[in-house]
């Protein structure tokens, strides 16, 4: 059994040293880079890159330079935790920023409470992240959340002439948040609205054709979908099929970004356009200077003419990182997490706050009716509108 | 003291001795290693001793983590009790499972302990209110180690490690006891009716042996030492996911245990071992893991099909007969 040892002593000493010098501030990001999550978390992490980018070639910050250790989180909370205290044990870094649904979140955010590590959630949107109960010195969010992105949607769907309303989610965390949210605050400001139908389909599923029919035979005027992402692509290929967009007349808002210039783009003639929907970005929105300076650089650093609109929470996510370490005049967790509380940054999407007393930003996000613009050959949202979440935050 | 039994004792002191190198990351990967040890060494008892293939060895590990986190986050039940109840739910399931899976032979087997992993699986992943579903259970408390600091603050070494060495040390100790009972059970006239049963079941029944009965004891007690590596592992990863139990983690054991060798005691220790340390070094340098890893274990299989303990013990063999010959 000797041969247990030595084989254990090898590979100890296989194992690279870690250097000790005057280094780089280093940030880990666990981000899904595999699998159909990829198509959100691979342009996050881009964004980011190209902030680091940009400050280092600024001379950084507190002149040192910033490095960004990308590991993939496979979109699975269990491996989120993996890395992410691979993160700090292996790879040392001074902060994390990252995670994408809403299972990896609040998983992420209990590694950084016992590492003590300033942790900023730039995409996972479920309450639960920075619920009281769960709220600790280190986590913080710059994405929208279930509340916010809910009653956005219920502003919106209370402006409709119509009162008979059903949902579509999935049943999971983020669904089922995102739309209690929503009906609670549609209850609220609309009393005269009803909802007809609630279906809860689990979540990726493929074959949407029963719950289609079960909530068209409850005759619903409009539709609230959180169906996001690629799954939103199935789900509407499959709803069109049978009429459905039709016969409400397009009172339909889909949520969990179904918007998107990516979504419409790869959906082309097939997108159900005439619908609401909402994205983080949108290179086609242009309302401040700094905005379309921003898409610019972002078009030429991605190489894509139509760049992704999920690039910009990692950007976002490092600003508010490295204008709280300018601000804390510091690279330790405990200082930089104090500078965090109620910072205003100046983002490419508007003057942003995270808030002191639950570490949320008031990250609202782009709002529109999708219609067919000559200009590109996909549908975009027109008037596009940053819907501001500040008066219903709470 | 045999031979053997000095080198455990070795493995063990040098175990114990990582924290003391002073990395983290180190003692991280370590505490991983020792707790997939007892994991696949218990998959080793239905493998390479009583010859039964499981493909759902996780379900139990799963369960034990479960167990565990759920005792001890929940119900704020100390260790001693909430990890000794891994064992025992583990027991339970793998009893129940079992009486089903030994009806059945060769393929009909596995793919029925398969199944039930996957159920076990679906339970965890749906069952929102107990497990917390898809999001998992974060944040299991680590066992309270107030005691030992305060022991600690008078006798050297004791004290002043961190809490995650300490539930290191506490592994190690687990794990080695419950390795030592492992060993004991393979030696004892029990574990010898399983290797005869896994050679020709036939002929065990011939002589009178209820294999069946046999049979289940074993995955009874592969099941226990499964759910007891759960609950640690549970603690140790900071939290509980419905992965666990998942398919792929049977997978992962069982590549464990053949890249190990199951011939051997000591086998699945090192396929851990060199799985965990492989899966490091190599994801920092290319995405494609897998096909290392599948690499890997086809030139085991073809080169060396008593896995890298039986690799080693051959080399060791043939030099050690060249020296004596010289």
Redesign the interface.
Known sequence: ?????T???A??L??PLVAEAQKPIKVGMPMPL?GPPALFGDPASKGAQMFVDEINAKGGVLGRKLELIVR?SKA????A??VA??LI??ENVDFLVGTLT??EG??V???AK?NKIVFIAPIPKTD?LTAADKLHPYVFRVAATTTMEGRSAAEIVAKWPVTQVATMSFD??YGQDVTRAFVEHLKKIKPSAQIVDQQWPK?GEQDYNPFINAQMAKKPEAIFSSIWGGFFVTYSKQAKALGVFDTIKYNFIGVGEAATPETTKSMGADYPVGIWGNSYDAFYWGETAAHRDYTARLSKYLKDEYPSSWAIQGYIGMQFLTEAIRKAGSAESDKVAKALLGLAVETPIGPLTIREKDHQANRGQLYGKTVKDPKYPFAIMKPVTYVDPSRFMD | MSVRGLAGLAVFVAALLVPALGSRFYTFLANDVIIWALFATSLNLLVGYTGLVSFGHAAYFGVGAYVTGILMKKLAVPFVLAWPAAGVVGAACALVFGFFCVRLTRIYFAMLTLAFAQIVWAICFKWNELTGGEQGMPEIPYPDFGWIERIGASVPLLGGWRTAEYFYFLCTVLVAASLWALHRIVTSPFGRMLTTIRENAERAEFIGVNVQRYELAAFVLAGTFAGLAGGLFGIFNRGVFPDFAYWTKSSEVLIMTLLGGMGTFFGPSIGALVLILLNQQIVSYTEYWPLVLGTVLVVLLFGFPGGLAGAVGALSGRLLRRVRSA
């Open positions: 059994m000797l041969h247990v040892l084989l254990l002593v590979a100890l296989a194992l595999s993939d699975d909370a269990n491996e935790v993996r205290r691979e044990l292996k809403s299972a609040p998983a955010s209990v590694v016992e639960q999971y965390a979540l």
